[in-house]
T-cell receptor, first 117, second 112 residues
Framework: GAVVSQHPSRVICKSGTSVKIECRSLDFQATTMFWYRQFPKQSLMLMATSNEGSKATYEQGVEKDKFLINHASLTLSTLTVTSAHPEDSSFYIC?????????????FGAGSRLTVL | GNSVTQMEGPVTLSEEAFLTINCTYTATGYPSLFWYVQYPGEGLQLLLKATKADDKGSNKGFEATYRKETTSFHLEKGSVQVSDSAVYFCALKHSSASKIIFGSGTRLSIRP
């Protein structure tokens, strides 16, 4: 079945540094990927829609300059948390549709836990 | 706009108990409805789905019926197991959009 891989699964960084998280579709091409942030009480917030070859579409309230998204190929989207601060500590999850959105099955990565000291 | 509301947790049950997790939605037209499950330390997995009214999605003993008249998609299981302990998310996708909208999640804990 379709697999979405995230790397790293865990990362710890110092405040003020930038961290890049990768999301790869391993056995299918994904023109669209989604980045979510999961808060401690488990709610899942959609941050942005990553579009291959074009700019990402950010949800209201998400800072574009803070969370840089690049979708340079059909199998890779990256999320860079710039100048990270402790409040950015969270669980970041990516997902992708296999094939056209009408396939109605969204495959998720296992998530990346970011801890900012 | 489109939204999903699901019962707040945590929900704690004894093994073999009957489970219901309520989910209602607000959407125009005919969205597709989903239940996703997140086991401890893992990413989300699709549990079941329904794409039109009166459809019943089922998997691993779980069921949910798409009720357009009550805009609901409640998750049920007749006899839960300890291994069902996880967080359950109700979600919808509108046919005209590519993104999925999630409910806030319900944490389920099953006691042996």
């Amino acid at each position: 079945g379709a697999v979405v891989s995230q790397h790293p699964s865990r990362v710890i960084c110092k405040s003020g540094t930038s961290v890049k998280i990768e999301c790869r579709s391993l056995d299918f091409q994904a023109t669209t990927m989604f980045w979510y942030r999961q808060f401690p009480k488990q709610s899942l917030m959609l941050m942005a829609t990553s579009n291959e070859g074009s700019k990402a579409t950010y949800e209201q309230g998400v800072e574009k300059d803070k969370f840089l998204i690049n979708h340079a190929s059909l199998t890779l989207s990256t999320l860079t948390v710039t100048s990270a601060h402790p409040e950015d500590s969270s669980f970041y999850i990516c997902s992708a549709w296999q094939g056209a959105p009408g396939a109605n099955v969204l495959t998720f990565g296992a998530g990346s836990r970011l801890t900012v000291l | 706009g489109n939204s999903v509301t699901q019962m707040e947790g945590p929900v704690t049950l004894s093994e073999e108990a009957f489970l219901t997790i309520n989910c209602t939605y607000t959407a125009t037209g005919y969205p597709s409805l989903f239940w996703y499950v997140q086991y401890p330390g893992e990413g989300l997995q699709l549990l079941l789905k329904a794409t039109k009214a009166d459809d019943k999605g089922s998997n691993k003993g779980f069921e949910a019926t798409y009720r357009k008249e009550t805009t609901s998609f409640h998750l049920e299981k007749g006899s839960v197991q300890v291994s069902d302990s996880a967080v359950y998310f109700c979600a919808l996708k509108h046919s005209s959009a590519s993104k999925i909208i999630f409910g806030s999640g319900t944490r389920l804990s099953i006691r042996p």
